[in-house]
């Protein structure tokens, strides 16, 4: 996606968000997005004049079974965490900080991923360092570290 194709949507998202089709909505919605883009750190993928001139690719199909993924194990997170709730007399939870390791050198891949892990109850990403990427991620349930690494 383009810079302009950003602030085209950036000016949709504002217009629905406002709910009125309007001329000074518009503009202003305009106003935001520029100012929202020209302060913006974007990735090099949205970069015209990037180093390589590589973009982000991604695959529609492989977009939508990650969606359904990070669906599936967003409920079953909340499950879990639910569970420990309402059964607090059973001491199941075994906290820990757990290094692991992704095999990106993608700026853009490593936030994603560390922004899902963080959506997840039950786990925060504490840091993300290093070259290659690994994050350090706080887990609740600390049973098995290749489990929790997978």
Known sequence: MSISGLGLWLVAI?????????????VSGAVVA??????ARLPKSYCAGSESGD???VSLPHLIYFGLYVLVKLVQANLVLAWEIITP???RIHTGIVAVPLRTSSD????VVANVI??????????AKGTPPVLYVHVLHLDDIERVKA
């Not at 217009?15 to 000074?24: R, T």
């Not at 520029?34 to 302060?39: A, G, H, L, Y």
């Open 118 to 127: 963080t959506l997840t109850p039950g786990t925060v990403t504490i840091e």
């Open 108 to 111: 853009l891949a490593m936030t």
């Open 34 to 39: 520029t100012v929202v883009i020209s302060f």
């Open 55 to 57: 973009r982000a690719r």
């Open 14 to 26: 504002w217009l629905l968000l406002w709910n009125d089709l309007s001329i000074a909505n518009l």
């Open 89 to 91: 007399w059973r001491d």
